[in-house]
């Protein structure tokens, strides 16, 4: 009997350390220099095999009606398989390209509060979901802000082309819809982006 108890505590301890390890493994404490060199360098075709879909439409200030002078997101490539409670530094919702196909920024969204970075996400009201960017390239507005004025958007729409594995995603077979990025606008000037579902006919 006593062996019994030994051999179960032994498992029960096993199985702790398992999962301190696996919780660990998810990026709790992570930092914004561990997240940049783990996302700053991938190529799209990196991004695209990690489960990202790069979203057509480059997101300006301007665009949306935001002083121009504060820049631009970028093209979002959002991986919706994350799109869920859980808050990984190093599995960010979104990663945002500029128009030359280089990471610029992460971005975190969850339906619930939460925070990320030591940063708090923020309420988007067109998609009731929370979201923060964190910006690898420097921006001089601040590396949570929404805009970077170091980034722009090409003068023509569309620049990014549609790849193999972009392009509609089907989200419960009664409809297919893409993942775009759309912007709150809070105040007078200052706005917030976030990721919202666009719904497309299904023929």
């Not at 009606?65 to 991986?79: E, K, Q, T, V």
């Not at 610029?104 to 969204?109: L, N």
Request: net charge negative; aromatic share 4%.
């Amino acid at each position: 009997m006593r062996k019994l108890l030994v051999v179960g505590a032994v498992a029960i301890l096993g199985l702790l350390v398992t999962m301190s390890v696996a919780q660990a493994q998810e990026g709790d404490d992570a930092t914004p220099a561990e997240i940049e060199a783990a996302f700053g360098d991938l190529t799209r075709a990196e991004v695209e095999a990690m489960g990202y879909v790069v979203d057509e439409e480059c997101i300006s200030a301007e665009a949306v009606g935001a002083p121009a002078a504060l820049g631009a997101m970028g093209f979002h490539a959002i991986n919706e398989s994350l799109l869920d409670e859980t808050l990984d530094p190093l599995a960010p919702e979104a990663v945002l390209l500029n128009a030359d196909d280089n990471v610029v920024a992460v971005e975190y969204v969850s339906p619930s509060e939460g925070e990320v970075l030591g940063q708090q996400l923020e309420f988007v009201p067109p998609i009731e979901m929370y979201a923060v960017h964190m910006w690898i390239l420097d921006n001089p507005s601040g590396q949570f802000a929404d805009f970077n004025p170091n980034v722009s958007c090409p003068a023509v729409p569309s620049a990014v082309p549609a790849t193999g594995t972009g392009g509609p995603l089907n989200t419960g077979g009664n409809a297919v819809s893409t993942l775009m990025v759309v912007l709150a606008i809070a105040g007078a000037a200052v706005a917030f982006g976030g990721i919202a579902l666009r719904r497309v006919a299904a023929r």
